[in-house]
């Protein structure tokens, strides 16, 4: 069973910047589509970022693209998103995602398994 843990929120000012892990046991995260899903009061989750490692290319939201990056540590089995410039409306519950498929996936429901979450609040 795969278990995602993720850490890395809090509160940060705009234009600032914060890295959020996702830390994945019983599985390897490059055997996976992993997901950076984000979800604000009253909204739908929605996919920020994703990666298949060797398979394709990373995936961004067009809200984020030049401003978050998704990577990968195969030593520590982590995923990483990567935020810089971050903006008030980037504010949000994050979670991180996966599912053993060979391609990208966007939408929540084809993900099988979810960390429970950390909160990002960016202050303007």
């Known amino acids: 069973q795969v278990q995602l843990v993720e850490s890395g929120g809090g509160l940060v000012q705009a234009g600032g910047s914060l890295r959020l892990s996702c830390a994945v046991s019983?599985?390897?995260?490059?055997?996976?589509?992993m997901g950076w899903f984000r979800q604000a009061p009253g909204k739908e989750r929605e996919l920020v970022a994703a990666?298949?490692?060797?398979?394709?290319?990373?995936y961004y939201a067009d809200s984020v693209k030049g401003r978050f990056s998704i990577s990968g540590d195969n030593a520590k089995n982590t995923v990483y998103l990567q935020m810089n410039s971050l903006k008030p409306e980037d504010t949000a519950t994050y979670y991180c995602?996966?599912?053993?498929?060979?391609?990208?996936?966007?939408?929540?429901?084809?993900?099988?398994?979810w960390g429970q979450g950390t909160q990002v609040t960016v202050s303007s």
């Open positions: 995602a996966a599912d053993p498929n060979w391609f990208v996936l966007k939408s929540p429901g084809q993900y099988d398994y």
């Open positions: 019983g599985g390897t995260f490059s055997s996976y589509v």
């Open positions: 990666i298949r490692q060797r398979r394709s290319t990373p």
